[in-house]
C-alpha cells in the first residue's frame, strides 16, 4: 500500500511515517518544501504521479492565537489546502483520513461532545479546521475525519516541552485550571491511523489518549513524573486570556472508535510516562 502523509515535518506526521515504515508501508511523508498544500496545480501534479492508495492529511496551519490575525494564511492551508488534497485524492481514487480538532466544538457543558454532535467553533482555526471536514465529506466516499486534541509528540513544541523548559527557570507557575479534555501522544495516534488506513470503516472519528484532565492536573502529572519541584497556582481562563478564545470543554467521546473494533489508546498519564522516556532516549 502506498501512503502519502502531509505534514512530516510536524509532530503527528512524523510519527506516522515512522509507523507506516516499521510495517513495511510504502510510506512518503511531505512537508511545504516538497509540496505546499495550497498550491493547487502541484498538488494535482504529485498525487498524479505519485499515485498513493491513501493520504493521511495532518499538515495544517497549527497556531491557534495567530490564526485570528492572519485569517488569509490559515483558511488556504486549513481549508484551501485540504481541498485541493481531497479534489486530487478523488482523481486517483486514493482513502483519506483528514486529522481535525476538538476546537470545532464550542465547549459548552460539561458531557463529552460525541461523533455526530454539529460543530460550532469559537475560535477562527476551528472554523477553518470544521470548514475543511465539510470539504472532505462532500468531496469524498472513502474518508476518515479524525479529532483529536492536546497533541505532543517528539518532533515539535507541545505544553510538555514548555513545562519542562519553565522548570528549569521558574519554581511556580500559573496554569489555567478551567479547560477540560484529553492529551494526545503522536507515537499512540499514529498506530491507530495506520490501522485505520488499512480498513475501510470510513467515517467520523474522535482519538485521544485516554481519561480526562484540565491543564493544572495535565502539568502537575508532567512535574511528579518527571521529578520537578513546581508550586501551581490555578487560574481562570477569564484571568489569562489569550488572542484565541479556546472551549472549555474539549472532552470528547470515544465511542465510534470502540464501536467499529479500533484498540481506544492508553491513559494520557501513561502516555507521558512514555514520552518522558522518549525524550530522554533523545537527548542521550
Ligand atoms: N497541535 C495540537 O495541539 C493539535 C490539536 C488538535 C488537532 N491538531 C491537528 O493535528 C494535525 C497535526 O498537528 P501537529 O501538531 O502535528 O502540527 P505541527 O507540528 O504544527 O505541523 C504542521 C505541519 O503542517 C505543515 N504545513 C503547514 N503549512 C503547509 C503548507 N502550506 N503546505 C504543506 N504543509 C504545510 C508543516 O510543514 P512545514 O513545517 O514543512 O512548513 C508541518 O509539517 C493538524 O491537522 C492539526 O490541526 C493539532
Same mark, same amino acid.
Given at each position: 500500500?502506498?501512503?502519502?502523509?502531509?505534514?512530516?515535518? /510536524?509532530?503527528? @506526521? !512524523?510519527?506516522?511515517?515512522? !509507523?507506516?515504515?516499521?510495517?513495511?508501508?510504502?510510506?512518503?511523508?511531505? /512537508?511545504?518544501?516538497?509540496?505546499?498544500?495550497?498550491?493547487?496545480?502541484?498538488?494535482?501534479?504529485? +498525487?498524479?504521479?505519485?499515485?498513493?492508495?491513501?493520504?493521511? !492529511?495532518?499538515? #495544517?496551519?497549527? #497556531?491557534?492565537?495567530?490564526?485570528?490575525?492572519?485569517?488569509?494564511?490559515?483558511?488556504?492551508?486549513?481549508?484551501?489546502?485540504?481541498? &485541493?488534497?481531497?479534489? #486530487? #485524492?478523488?482523481?486517483?481514487?486514493?482513502?483519506?483520513?483528514?486529522?481535525?480538532?476538538?476546537?470545532?466544538?464550542?465547549?459548552?457543558?460539561?458531557?463529552?461532545?460525541?461523533?455526530?454532535?454539529?460543530?460550532?467553533?469559537?475560535?477562527?482555526? /476551528?472554523? *477553518?479546521?470544521?470548514?475543511?471536514?465539510? =470539504?472532505?465529506?462532500?468531496?469524498?466516499?472513502?474518508?476518515?475525519?479524525?479529532?483529536?486534541?492536546?497533541?505532543? @509528540?517528539?518532533?515539535?513544541?507541545?505544553? +510538555?516541552? *514548555?513545562?519542562?523548559?519553565?522548570?528549569?527557570?521558574?519554581?511556580?507557575?500559573?496554569?489555567? @485550571?478551567?479547560?477540560?479534555?484529553?492529551?494526545?501522544?503522536?507515537?499512540?495516534?499514529? $498506530?491507530?491511523?495506520?490501522?485505520? +488506513?488499512?480498513?475501510?470503516?470510513?467515517?467520523?472519528? !474522535?482519538?485521544?489518549?485516554? @481519561?480526562?484532565?484540565?491543564?493544572?492536573?495535565?502539568? $502537575?502529572?508532567?512535574?511528579?513524573?518527571?521529578?520537578?519541584?513546581?508550586? =501551581? &497556582?490555578?487560574?481562570?481562563?477569564?484571568?489569562?486570556?489569550?488572542?484565541?478564545?479556546?472551549?472549555?470543554?474539549?472532552?470528547?467521546?470515544?465511542?465510534?472508535?470502540?464501536?467499529?473494533?479500533?484498540?481506544?489508546?492508553?491513559?494520557?498519564?501513561?502516555?507521558?510516562?512514555?514520552?518522558?522516556?522518549?525524550?530522554?532516549?533523545?537527548?542521550?
Amino acid at each position: 500500500m502506498q501512503i502519502l502523509v502531509t505534514g512530516v515535518t /510536524g509532530q503527528l @506526521g !512524523h510519527d506516522v511515517v515512522r !509507523h507506516g515504515v516499521e510495517r513495511n508501508l510504502n510510506v512518503t511523508g511531505v /512537508g511545504s518544501n516538497e509540496l505546499d498544500i495550497t498550491n493547487e496545480k502541484k498538488v494535482n501534479e504529485y +498525487i498524479n504521479q505519485l499515485k498513493p492508495d491513501a493520504i493521511i !492529511h495532518c499538515a #495544517a496551519y497549527t #497556531a491557534v492565537d495567530k490564526a485570528e490575525d492572519d485569517r488569509d494564511a490559515c483558511w488556504n492551508v486549513n481549508v484551501e489546502g485540504t481541498r &485541493n488534497l481531497a479534489k #486530487a #485524492a478523488k482523481n486517483v481514487d486514493a482513502k483519506f483520513i483528514y486529522i481535525s480538532t476538538d476546537y470545532v466544538f464550542d465547549g459548552e457543558g460539561s458531557s463529552p461532545f460525541k461523533e455526530q454532535d454539529t460543530p460550532n467553533p469559537i475560535g477562527y482555526y /476551528g472554523l *477553518t479546521k470544521y470548514k475543511a471536514e465539510e =470539504i472532505v465529506k462532500q468531496e469524498l466516499d472513502r474518508f476518515f475525519i479524525v479529532r483529536i486534541s492536546w497533541v505532543f @509528540g517528539i518532533n515539535g513544541n507541545n505544553f +510538555i516541552k *514548555t513545562m519542562l523548559r519553565l522548570a528549569e527557570t521558574k519554581s511556580e507557575l500559573n496554569i489555567v @485550571g478551567d479547560q477540560y479534555g484529553s492529551p494526545t501522544y503522536t507515537f499512540d495516534l499514529s $498506530k491507530l491511523l495506520i490501522d485505520m +488506513i488499512q480498513s475501510d470503516k470510513y467515517g467520523i472519528y !474522535h482519538a485521544s489518549n485516554e @481519561g480526562f484532565c484540565n491543564w493544572v492536573d495535565f502539568a $502537575k502529572e508532567i512535574f511528579i513524573q518527571n521529578q520537578n519541584e513546581v508550586e =501551581i &497556582n490555578l487560574v481562570t481562563t477569564e484571568e489569562y486570556p489569550t488572542r484565541a478564545v479556546r472551549p472549555k470543554n474539549s472532552r470528547m467521546s470515544k465511542s465510534k472508535l470502540i464501536d467499529s473494533g479500533f484498540r481506544t489508546l492508553p491513559k494520557w498519564q501513561d502516555a507521558i510516562k512514555r514520552y518522558l522516556e522518549e525524550l530522554n532516549q533523545e537527548v542521550k
